[in-house]
């Protein structure tokens, strides 16, 4: 049984940083492609942030380009999202999600992904 389990979340004041982790288990970790999403009340669910299994990152959202860099360790079937300068408007639900795929490039869209964690919240305050 798939489980994906993200953790790192809090609330923090404009500026800050955060660090989300991102742990999949009952998968061969290094066969799949990761991202990272948000979601606020009522908007869509956003692509953030997507790695290759090998660690190529191929997406970054503009609004986070210089601010969050994602990552991945395969030895221990964890992806991360460095989050730096925090703003307001990163507000949200962060999720982390999984497809198969052995190549060098993921998706920046969530309908390519069959796997999703429950979510951390994200809170920045001005």
């Known amino acids: 049984q798939v489980q994906v389990v993200e953790s790192g979340g809090g609330s923090v004041q404009a500026g800050g940083s955060l660090r989300l982790s991102c742990t999949a288990s009952?998968?061969?970790?290094?066969?799949?492609?990761m991202g990272w999403f948000r979601q606020t009340p009522g908007k869509k669910r956003e692509g953030v942030s997507c790695?290759?299994?090998?660690?190529?990152?191929?997406y970054l959202l503009d609004s986070v380009q210089g601010r969050f860099t994602i990552s991945r360790d395969n030895a221990k079937n964890t992806l991360y999202l460095q989050m730096n300068s925090l703003e307001p408007g990163d507000t949200a639900i962060y999720y982390c999600?999984?497809?198969?795929?052995?190549?060098?490039?993921?998706?920046?869209?969530?309908?390519?992904?069959?796997?999703w964690g429950q979510g951390t919240q994200v809170t920045v305050s001005s």
């Open positions: 009952g998968l061969n970790f290094d066969h799949y492609a």
């Open positions: 790695i290759s299994a090998n660690g190529h990152p191929t």
């Open positions: 999600a999984a497809t198969p795929n052995l190549g060098s490039f993921c998706y920046s869209s969530e309908f390519e992904y069959d796997y």
